[in-house]
């Protein structure tokens, strides 16, 4: 009988096949939840010198964002079963690997400068005395979950240094002396460029804001500097379009700040508004259109941010509590309650107190013609007071339902010689445009800026055919 050579094991075990399998359906399952996007938004950055515009705006693909998308994908499933398993612990973790005498600790939640000391093998007594050596050395015991922390220590075990980064800009050291140890704070000047930004609106200012990479801050400031012609809380609609030329402050290739607005276009139904920082020979800043006049008038637009209109200027409006027939003589902001709300223009309080069914009310004189009032509020701003002074856009009060009010809201009246006007439809008296003598300074900086997004704006439109 002859024998038969035994079979040769499968090359790959059932269980391989199967994990392979799972894999790929997983990868597939990946490619149809994250499917590519258009982008909706472009920016760009440069680097800027602030005393020559003219040479400034040369424009400067920022490709370090490019990078940080690329390396911000979502990982393969491989890649994040590893990441599962090397994932920090919510404990300190000390690192050794550089130098014998070198640890690395990052902070977690409830450590203090005593268990980290502990953890690096230093006694947790100690810290007492390095603290107490200089003023400043106490800075090292406000900790930040996350923060590093790096000792340098000598042959036989001693603290020499103690180091740490507590900001993008700023880094403090403990280094030992024969004193005992001295303070340093070592901080960066960050580089400042421009970057340009471009978005369209589908539903609120600030959601299309984000989407197109434009700070939060910035996007308040920009519906400040359009807000004495857009009102924010009514005039917005989608397909609305805006461009920003902002700064961007950069240390070691990352962003840690933002600067001014440099310059702005909003396009709200189809007429475009056009916004220019200057700052004039005396160092004052304002902002104007690109051929000179202010964008500033007398009076802002709208005294609360983003607020929607519950109730308009009426003569013959029923009282939603006194339920007849009532004139309405101003207009309705609702909004949260301990919302912000801004005097809208320069003036004189003459009154920051209770006025009958206004509830907590603020009247403000406005030279000899102009009067606003703001009432229902849910209290006063710091310093705000009756006979004292504000200036436009200085916060007042805040939203609340003081008096006869049945939900939170600003009532708001505006008053020509005496007379209630619709402040929606009131004409706004201007502000000065740009002094004759700075006119021709204030176009060698604008004109570039004006170039500078028209430039982009087409770059995008070609990009967006192909």
Known sequence: MTSQPPKAPPLYPKTHLLAASGIAALLSLALLVFPSSEVEAKRTTLNLELESPAEQLTQDQDASELVQATTEAPASPFAQIEQQETAPTATAKVDEKKEPNHREVIVAKGDTLSTLFEKVGLPSASVHEILASDKQAKQFSQLKHGQKLEFDMSPDGQLKSLHSRVSDLETITLTKTAKGYAFNRVTTLPTVRTA???????????????????????????AKVFGYDIDFAQDIRPGDQFEVIYEQKVANGKTVATGNILSARFTNRGKTYTAVRYTNKQGISNYYTADGNSMRKAFIRTPVDFARISSRFSSGRKHPILNKIRA???????????????????????????????????????????????????????????????????????????????????????????????????????????????RARFLQQSQPLMARMNQEKATLLASSKR
């Open 328 to 438: 309405h003589k101003g207009v309705d902001y609702a909004a949260p309650r301990g919302t912000p709300i801004k005097a809208a223009g320069d003036g004189k309080v003459l009154l920051a107190g209770r006025r009958g069914g206004y509830g907590n009310t603020v009247i403000i004189q406005h030279g000899n013609t102009y009067r606003t009032l703001y009432g229902h509020m849910q209290g006063f701003a710091k310093g705000v007071k009756t006979g004292g002074s504000v200036k436009q856009g200085q916060v007042i009060g805040y939203i609340g339902t003081t008096g006869l009010s049945t939900g939170p809201h600003l009532h708001y009246e505006f008053q020509v010689n005496g007379v209630h006007v619709d402040p929606l439809g009131q004409k706004l008296p201007m502000a000065d445009p740009i002094a004759k003598n700075e």
């Open 196 to 222: 340009y930004v471009h978005g369209v609106i589908s539903s609120s200012l600030s959601a299309s804001g984000q989407r197109a990479g434009l700070p939060h801050s910035m996007t308040m400031d920009m």
